[in-house]
């Protein structure tokens, strides 16, 4: 090992206080485990996910923060080195926030933006503006979400419950060339700690206020031999929720049970080969995510309307509703497992890579879908209950040069099939009543009609086929000046079905539609469906060291996201044309500075982007009924600027966080097959999670008292501007689907021995209380809108405590 790769292995776990987040180098060493030798390095190959030592403490002297390593490009870099807008987030980073996986890095990353939903299937993140919102089983994310090298095929697979992260790397812009289609917007690629060659572990416990939410974590790293190490990680996690439920006696709903596990084994056979599996489970149970009613009865043009259904309904207080009145609880059961196989070995002076990956997913949705607590006349009882499964198998195989030569380069292979197949069911309770009433009258009641329960059931799946080669380069003209491009060679196809039994009536659930590309389909018929499609994307740009502490660059993207389909329970005629592949061009200019011997790093980015057959899911209201249309929507595009910094002026105290400006807007919508002229979004309108102005600002410090304990206090804050929730061409739904800006406050004040062997840490979370929405939709009774009320919306304490050995 040379002395700037041993130096780079030292300063990896002080650096990655992060470039966007709060933790300090003093912070991240509790929270990696145990310190690996100084060669723990050189036990996997360069190029791999894998090949990242478990974080170390912070040496003495500053750490320069330019010396954080990252796998942007599948291999191993200094962070100032990337010529990509890349945020970095350590796993203590992400701890802190309180939020067990990617919702909490949203507050640390300013480009990085969430749509929460009922269930994590249709939960989406958003880069820069843009991401994709869909019911539908065969859409795929604009954001890709790789964990140790293997890609999650599905948007939900990547909401589970981060533990035992090194670090959480955030690509922004497209990132095809090398991640492939699915990074349309670009990429978070989650890197676990790696076992080491010291017994150790952790075990950290917390609880919290607000739903007596309480969490339990640990890891062990046993090194059976030299050359066979192991990890194992486990967690468990419950919350009551922050909303009370009437129809239950005033039960919390919205929380979560949560409970699985890592195994990680790593075998070097020899000086060149380093073998590595990982397998993982979860078992999500959640009564989550209930939607609270937050406004009153509306008619269409915004205003209020009386309605006898509030006489049953909580008091609408917007973003301050707290409580629902449901006899359903909407909840989401989930379960899943995976296992990676990685072998990096030497052939001659290049490295071989190649991972093979499977994936099962299991989730169970079921949702009320009226948010009532029993039928009554003109206002139906309607739950739904939609199990899923899926399965992916991957393998990617790459060839990677060494870094320091005339040509660099990374070349290779991956293919992927991913299936999922839904049984989604539907049922009824009818009645209506015999005269106008000013009251609600129950089904079954005096005044009622005959009461009946119409029940639809539909069976419906996608397989994703894809096969692609790639490749990127790096010509070092000079020790200054480089060239870097790449080419991706993309095949996609893409197969679906549908299929509905139903005796529903009414807009979006009719039971009839083509079999062929010109029949008519008859109640229970099958649809089937295929499209496939061919692409050529990369990427082209400049890099120049001005000084050796400050790095230019500049360049071009070509993205890419394959083709789609509508299927999801609702399909109709309309919806089963195939939804062409979408693409982007993206242009990039970044200045990355690192200043004053390493103490500042600061790093400013500029971007333009568009996008072309944009595909968005578009809500209509159909006679009183919500129904989605995910289409190519046209063409939209993104602008504006980054910042990042991390400013350490002294050994124990660390400033980071970070700035964007977006304007991310639809340029020419299209209109939707059989959808009306009014359903076209008028153009410069907004899209939606896309505050125009976000930031995030953390400051730490550790006290050393020179005796046997030290003090740690921190502060995070964050804040964005007003977002769009609901993506809709009426005027008024976009006013009242519209999320005020918010602001939040986090402090933390802890003590622990100063060798870092046992830490207690109190926190206050959203000091100011101040409440706010993570999503709102239309379609609620009379008119109403639905609110989706996260977490953090509130006030809450915790204790955390954590023993290393």
């Known amino acids: 090992m040379t002395p700037r790769t041993k130096r780079i292995v030292m300063l990896l776990c002080a650096g990655s206080a992060m470039i966007a987040g709060n933790a300090s180098a003093q912070d991240i060493a509790p929270a990696a485990g145990p310190v690996p030798p100084a060669d723990a390095a050189a036990t996997s190959a360069p190029g791999t996910a894998a090949e990242t030592p478990a974080a170390e403490p912070a040496p003495a002297g500053p750490s320069q923060a330019g010396d954080i390593v990252v796998t942007a490009q599948k291999r191993s870099e200094r962070l100032q080195d990337v010529p990509v807008a890349v945020s970095v987030v350590s796993g ?76 959480l790397e955030v690509l922004r812009g497209p990132q095809g060339t090398l991640f492939g289609k699915n990074a349309s917007a670009g990429v978070v690629n989650i890197v676990s700690v790696q076992p080491t060659r010291d017994f150790g572990g952790y075990v950290d416990g917390g609880f919290f206020t607000g739903g007596n939410e309480r969490r339990v974590r640990g890891a062990l790293n046993i090194p059976v031999s030299d050359n066979l190490l192991t990890r194992f990680t486990g967690f468990y996690g419950k919350y009551d929720g922050n909303i009370r439920n009437q129809a239950t006696g005033g039960g919390r709903v919205n929380g979560y049970e949560h409970y699985g596990g890592r195994a990680q084994i790593k075998w070097t056979p020899s000086d060149s080969t380093t073998i590595a599996l990982i397998g993982d489970y979860h078992h999500n149970n959640d009564n989550c995510c209930a939607e609270v009613i937050g406004t009153g009865a509306l008619n269409a043009a915004g205003e209020a309307i009386s309605s006898p259904v ?40 290049q490295t071989v890579t190649s991972i093979t990956a499977y994936r099962d997913y299991r989730n169970t949705e079921i949702r009320d879908g009226d948010f009532l607590p029993r039928a009554y006349a003109g206002f139906n009882q309607l739950h739904d209950v939609g199990p899923q499964t899926g399965n992916t198998f991957s393998q990617e195989l790459r060839l990677t040069s060494p870094a320091r030569q005339f040509l660099s380069y990374v070349v290779g292979v991956y293919y992927s099939r991913a299936e999922s197949e839904r049984t989604y069911s539907r049922s009824d309770v009818v009645c209506s009543a015999a005269t106008q009433a000013t009251t609600l009258v129950p089904c079954g009641g005096a005044g009622a009609s005959a009461t009946t329960t119409p029940f639809g059931v539909a069976n419906f799946g996608s397989v994703f086929k894809n096969i692609s080669a790639f490749g990127q380069g790096t010509a070092n003209f000079t020790d200054r000046f480089r060239f870097i491009g790449g080419l991706r060679w993309t095949a996609d196809q893409l197969d679906v079905f549908h299929s509905r039994t139903t005796t529903l009536a009414g807009p979006g659930i009719q039971p009839s539609f083509p079999t062929t590309a010109t029949g008519t389909g008859t109640p229970g018929s099958v649809f089937r469906g295929k499209t496939t ?32 389909f509508n299927v999801f329970f609702n399909l109709t005629a309309t919806g089963t044309n195939a939804i062409a592949a979408e693409t982007s061009d993206s242009y990039e200019i970044g200045l990355k500075n690192t200043l004053f011997g390493g103490k500042l790093t600061l790093n400013l980015d500029a971007f333009y982007a568009k996008y072309d057959n944009f595909q968005a899911n578009n809500p209509d209201l159909v006679a009183g009924v919500v129904v989605t249309r995910f289409t190519n929507a046209g063409k939209v595009s993104t602008r504006g600027a980054e910042a990042d910094i991390v400013f350490r002026p002294v050994d124990d105290l660390s400033m980071s966080g970070g700035i964007a400006y977006t304007d991310a807007k639809v340029d020419r919508f299209f209109q939707a097959p059989g959808a009306a002229v009014t359903a076209v979004i008028p153009a410069g309108t907004s899209l939606p999670f896309a505050p125009k102005w976000k930031g995030s600002l953390g400051v730490d410090y550790r006290w050393r008292t020179g005796g046997s304990y030290d003090l740690f206090l921190g502060a995070q804050g964050n804040y964005q ?44 979370k959203n000091l100011l209380d101040q409440s706010f929405a993570a999503a709102i939709q239309n379609g609620g009774p009379a008119g109403s809108y639905r609110y989706q009320i996260p977490r953090d919306a509130d006030r809450y304490f915790g204790v955390n405590g954590r023993v290393n050995f």
Do not use: W
């Open 721 to 764: 501007s007003k977002q769009l929730a609901l993506f809709s061409p009426d005027a008024v739904q976009r006013r009242l689907g519209t999320i005020d800006g918010y602001g939040l406050i986090n402090l933390s004040a802890g003590v622990g021995d100063s060798e870092d062997r046992y830490r207690l840490t109190f926190q206050v």
């Open 92 to 167: 203590a980073a992400l701890s802190m926030m309180g939020r067990p996986g990617l919702e909490g890095a949203v507050n640390l990353v300013p480009a990085l933006n969430f749509q929460k939903s009922g269930t994590a299937l249709n939960q989406s993140l958003f880069l820069r503006g843009v991401g994709t919102t869909t019911f539908s089983i065969a859409g795929e994310p604009s954001v890709s979400t790789v964990v140790d090298g293997v890609v999650f095929a599905r948007s939900g697979e990547a909401f589970g419950d981060l533990v035992d992260i090194e670090r």
């Open 533 to 564: 499609n061919t692409n050529l994307s990369g990427k082209a740009s400049l890099q120049y060291d001005v000084t050796p502490n400050v790095t230019a660059y500049g360049g071009y993207t070509r993205g890419y996201k394959g083709p789609a």
């Open 310 to 349: 509030f006489s049953v309904l909580p008091t609408p207080q917007g973003d301050e509703t707290r409580t629902v009145n449901q006899d359903l609880v909407t909840r989401t059961k989930e379960e899943g497992y995976g296992v990676s196989l990685q072998l990096d070995t030497e052939l001659g002076t």
